[in-house]
Nanobody
């Protein structure tokens, strides 16, 4: 099992910045990718960004150039730096960890942290 704990959400004005953190614990040695997803009211959960163990990153088009994902392996932590925030970035942000298994992979989710961007 993998446990994920997010922090760093809050209320910010448009144009502002926030940094989300996600600490992983448990069976972390099999994690090969971590990422951030978000879900706004009435909308499906969507990928924001993810980062592999090798450091490769992938971003949703809507956040490219504004958000930066990074990881600190020594702290088992992944970060999401969010700059130039827009009201449409308002959502619950979830951390996700992908664990490699014999049969493929398992996905673990954090509890979510609310990000609200006011106009």
């Amino acid at each position: 099992q993998v446990q994920l704990v997010e922090s760093g959400g809050g209320l910010v004005q448009a144009g502002g910045s926030l940094r989300l953190s996600c600490v992983a614990s448990g069976r972390i040695f099999k994690i090969y990718r971590m990422g951030w997803y978000r879900q706004a009211p009435g909308k499906p959960r969507e990928l924001v960004a993810h980062i592999t163990n090798g450091g490769s990153t992938n971003y949703a088009d809507s956040v490219k150039g504004r958000f930066t994902i990074s990881r600190d392996n020594a702290k088992n932590t992944v970060y999401l730096r969010m700059d130039s925030l827009k009201p449409e970035d308002t959502a619950v942000y979830y951390c996700k960890a992908d664990e490699r298994t014999v049969y493929g992979s398992n996905a673990y989710w954090g509890q979510g942290t609310q990000v609200t961007v006011s106009s």
